[in-house]
């Protein structure tokens, strides 16, 4: 306001919107035409339910499968842990077996 004064006009100035102050007269258009009226797609949203429950079925057959393979496999590692154990005593009892031979020949 200040410099407003200074610089020799007699009142600061005022900013103010004046187009929002300007009212139509005139109606306003009426909106574009769109597709028409509103319509549910049934068909398209079923087959998406169907191909999500597709999915599910197929993820559970996987899991199952998997956990099957998983039974499967730790059976078969059970199984080779007591042969090794087994084939380690035969080689234990073996390397025993040829030190003795060989002291007995020295």
Same mark, same amino acid.
């Given at each position: 306001d200040r410099i407003s004064v200074s610089m020799g006009g007699a009142e600061p100035p005022v900013f103010s919107q004046v187009g929002s102050m300007v009212? *139509? *007269?005139d109606a306003p258009t009426p909106p574009p035409?769109?597709?028409?009226?509103?319509q549910k797609k049934g068909e398209e949203s079923s087959s998406i339910m169907a191909m999500m429950d597709l999915l599910v079925k197929d993820l559970d057959k996987e899991m199952t499968e998997a956990e099957s393979d998983e039974k499967q496999a730790q059976v078969e590692y059970e199984r080779m842990m007591v042969d090794s154990a087994g084939k380690r005593t035969t080689d234990a009892k073996s390397l025993a077996e040829k030190s003795e031979a060989k002291a007995d020949m020295a």
């Open positions: 009212h *139509r *007269r035409e769109t597709w028409g009226a509103y």
